[in-house]
């Protein structure tokens, strides 16, 4: 039996740590917590070693202490079954449902709880089987028809968005894998001649050695990291004093390779957000997109430049969600705690996502199921969802006229959360898709006073009401939703439905800063 205060090698650590939260954790993990200051690194003659005392106070979250803790500021009626704390990242933004970021998605393992056929203490019914059409009326990034298409049933989904439209199409989607691969080797060579004439690349690496050497005296890991935590250090002072320090160096390199720091207008998003090395960069990329010939290979090898964009923005870490003002020289970093610098070049996160979405693509190819999945891009509370699928797939339109749509599985937007043209802007520009803001349902732009709470009601009532008409007559609705103003039962009764059971989950692992306890509701809804 080891001694709470004993030392732990990093092998014995991960196992002790495996066997107190019932989920495995590596070695890799317990270096994570070492680099970031988490727990502090000791031993001798080169071995590294750790406190199983720190790491009790690490893990103390879990081992039922978060569930317990949550239930008693969220209520004793959440269902911590449906948290999935059990899985790992890599399974919750598992193969293509990591396609590309997008904000306010869920989980699929949540979709797939209430889809497939299993039954628990909490799930008594089995409401939908293979071969099924489901529907899903704010299809987002498309997670319900992924999910839909593992199980072996039909999905349709409908957004407003055109880009939101593609993301789904473009993870469900078949694939000529060896067309992919050589369009993108032909661009990425392409890309790196076209560099060969910049010294965007040179200035980077000479810029990344610089900041390396600055960064290892003067922010070392781990033991920077753990003196904050300790609060050795006032991290914002400290920060902010070694990112003046280190300016003139970085100016001095701009100077000498002739990188252009500053912007010459701010007319659209593309060229507020980015350098105009950047630019350049992607200009040319889509200028090579636009000459493949084969749609599917088009729009899939689109979505890797829209992903390696966005990561290219000309904003901090910490800031990358949610974008407060542009950057255009280096700074201190409170996410890795160093100094940071700007993008200058897309290659190498070009080069990245470009390897990770064949993976992807690759990895769902070989799961899928024979199966008609289509996102429409439309306004819920107006579309003819069986026109539009004539139009687009004839074959699927007959198949959902003949046996109409089963029930709907979906996750309207919250009310005064987010707007969902605007998190994916650098697309809209480039791609020259319609935006139709106007038309969203319950954006941030809006609020979330009197009048939007009114008109966020009157809009999801009249998508429910639309949607009805394509519905068997015994349809079951399913949506997700964190109904803080207590709309949904009024939004059920106007729209005749009556919500038959719910289920409330604690949501862990968010992207947002504020990691305090949160639960949404999954509301089932039937005819009345």
């Known amino acids: 039996m080891l001694r709470t205060d004993e030392l732990l090698t990093i092998k014995q650590a991960s196992e002790w740590a495996t066997r107190h939260i019932g989920k495995t954790v590596t070695t890799s993990n317990i270096s994570y917590l070492i680099q970031y200051g988490r727990i502090k690194k000791t031993g001798e003659n080169g071995m590294t070693q750790v406190s199983k005392r720190e790491l009790l106070g690490y893990y103390k979250s879990y081992k039922g202490y978060r569930e317990l803790s949550w239930k008693d500021q969220l209520g004793e009626d959440l269902n911590w079954a449906l948290s999935f704390e059990q899985y790992k990242e890599a399974e919750t933004t598992k193969h293509v449902h990591r396609l590309h970021p997008y904000k306010g998605k869920f989980i699929p393992q949540l979709v797939e709880y209430f889809l497939d056929n299993h039954t628990d203490k909490f799930k008594k019914d089995v409401c939908f089987k293979k071969g099924d059409i489901i529907l899903d009326p704010f299809s987002g990034s498309g997670t319900t028809m992924v999910q839909a298409n593992e199980l072996g049933m039909h999905a349709v989904g409908i957004d407003i968005s055109a880009f939101n439209a593609m993301i789904g199409n473009c993870k469900v989607a078949k694939y000529d894998f060896a067309a992919i691969q050589t369009k993108i080797s032909i661009i990425t060579t392409a890309l790196k001649h076209f560099l060969s004439n910049s010294p965007t690349l040179e200035f980077e690496e000479k810029l990344l050695q610089t900041l390396y050497d600055f960064n290892n005296k003067y922010f070392p890991v781990p033991d920077y990291k753990y003196n904050i935590k300790n609060g050795g250090i006032d991290e914002n002072i400290y920060g902010e004093e070694k990112a003046r320090e280190f300016l003139p160096a970085y100016k001095k390199l701009a100077a000498q390779y002739g990188i252009n720091l500053h912007k010459k207008n701010a007319d659209t998003f593309l060229d507020k957000w980015y350098s105009r090395h950047i630019r350049d960069e992607i200009e040319f990329v889509f200028n090579e997109i636009k000459n493949i010939k084969n749609a599917g290979t088009k729009k899939i090898i689109s979505l890797i430049l829209s992903r390696t964009i966005r990561s290219c923005r000309a904003t901090t870490h910490a800031d990358l969600a949610t974008l407060i003002e542009p950057i255009t020289s280096t700074y201190y970093c409170a996410k890795h705690g160093k100094i940071c610098k700007p993008i200058f070049s897309i290659l190498k996160w070009w080069e990245t996502y470009a390897k990770d979405t064949l993976k992807r693509i690759r990895e769902f190819d070989r799961l899928r199921t024979d199966t008609h999945q289509l996102c429409l891009t ?87 009401k639309n949607c009805k008409k394509y519905l068997v007559h015994d349809y079951d609705v399913f949506i997700v939703a964190n109904d803080k103003l207590s709309m949904y039962p009024t939004i059920a009764e106007d729209a005749g439905m009556k919500i038959v059971n719910q289920y409330k989950r604690p949501v862990l692992n968010r992207t947002e800063k504020d990691k305090g306890a949160y639960s949404e509701i999954i509301f089932h809804l039937k005819a009345d």
Not at 384 to 407: E, H, T
Not at 423 to 439: I, M
């Open 378 to 464: 439309g306004d819920g509370r107006t579309i003819d969802i069986f026109d539009k699928l004539d139009k687009k797939n004839s074959s699927f339109g007959q198949l959902a006229r003949r046996q109409k749509i089963r029930g709907i599985f979906s996750s309207p937007p919250y009310v005064g959360l987010i707007d969902y043209h605007e998190q994916h802007a650098y697309a809209y520009d480039l791609f020259g898709f319609k935006r139709q803001d106007e038309l969203e349902i319950g954006p941030l732009c809006k609020g979330t006073g009197r009048e939007a709470k009114r008109s966020y009601i009157e809009g999801i009532t009249d998508v429910l």
